[in-house]
């Protein structure tokens, strides 16, 4: 039996029912992951695409209102960018 293969295929090759075969996969991804060493990182780090929210010209409490940063506010600019896009074809 190979690696990459679904949980039914497995069931079919095992002669087995795919609801057991599932709980089976589950429990055995679980128990590797539990016996996986936990990562210890050390030295320079790499990040793509952060977002840093510093201020509104000295109104910090307008920054707190709407997010530190999270996905939430990421969202929020990608509604802006599409709502720039919508405007610009509605007014030409």
């Known amino acids: ?47 793509d695409e952060v977002y840093v929210t510093a201020g509104h010209k000295g109104q910090p409490e307008a920054v707190k209102k709407k997010g530190s940063g999270t996905a939430a506010s990421s969202k929020d600019f990608g509604d802006a960018v599409h709502s720039k896009k919508r405007s610009r074809r509605s007014s030409g």
């Open 1 to 47: 039996m190979g690696l990459n293969l679904s949980n039914q295929q497995i069931a079919q090759e095992l002669s087995l029912h795919k609801d057991e075969v599932h709980q089976m996969t589950g429990e055995l991804r679980q128990a590797v992951a539990d016996k996986r060493p936990e990562v210890q990182l050390s030295g320079t780090v790499e990040f």
